[in-house]
């Protein structure tokens, strides 16, 4: 993950606590082994991005992705497309996919000015695909809200999983 810089304004607080939400995750997730991504230990959820720590992680990954592509198609690029949700092998392979996921939001933001964060005119928010109308500064919020919830799932997750051997 390319070290942030102090950017001012909203749109450096906002990238700023992204970062932080995706390192406290990357340090929540440090121990986990590569056998114990695949575990399912939700066997009663319906969402299949809820059932592993792995499953949420491609899935928070695949978000933060989906964000970037929403915003791009928001501001006039409506041929974006989005990136498929990927499955990965290991805790270093995802901390690499949550690494560009932060890069391209940072490069994202260096073309937004504060200014369009925010948004009132309901006819002038984004559609996220799940039918919600936000602004560009509501949508980053919950983007970081996304990771913290999620990473509140694993550490529950974590404490599932059988107890390891010395």
């Not at 499953?55 to 990954?61: E, G, N, Q, R």
């Not at 996921?101 to 369009?116: G, Q, W």
Request: overall charge negative; hydrophobic content about 40%; glycine content about 4%.
């Amino acid at each position: 993950m390319t070290p942030i810089t102090h950017r001012r304004g909203k749109v450096g607080v906002l990238l700023h606590e992204y970062h932080r939400s995706i390192a406290d995750l990357k340090q929540t997730i440090a121990a986990v082994q590569p056998g114990e991504l695949r575990v399912v230990l939700d066997k009663e959820t319906m969402n299949r991005n809820c059932v592993s720590i792995g499953s949420v992680l491609a899935h928070i990954v695949f978000c933060g992705l989906m964000y970037c592509t929403t915003i791009r198609q928001h501001r006039g690029n409506p041929d974006e497309q989005f990136e498929p949700l990927a499955l990965l092998d290991t805790v270093e392979e995802y901390n690499a996919a949550l690494d560009r996921m932060f890069d391209i939001t940072r490069e994202l933001f260096e073309d937004i000015p504060d200014s369009e964060l925010m948004e009132f005119d309901p006819a002038k928010k984004l559609q996220t695909y799940w039918g919600q109308l936000y602004d560009i500064e509501q949508l980053m919020e919950h983007a970081i809200v996304h990771i913290l919830r999620h990473r509140f799932m694993i550490e529950r997750f974590m404490a599932m999983l059988p107890a390891r051997e010395s």
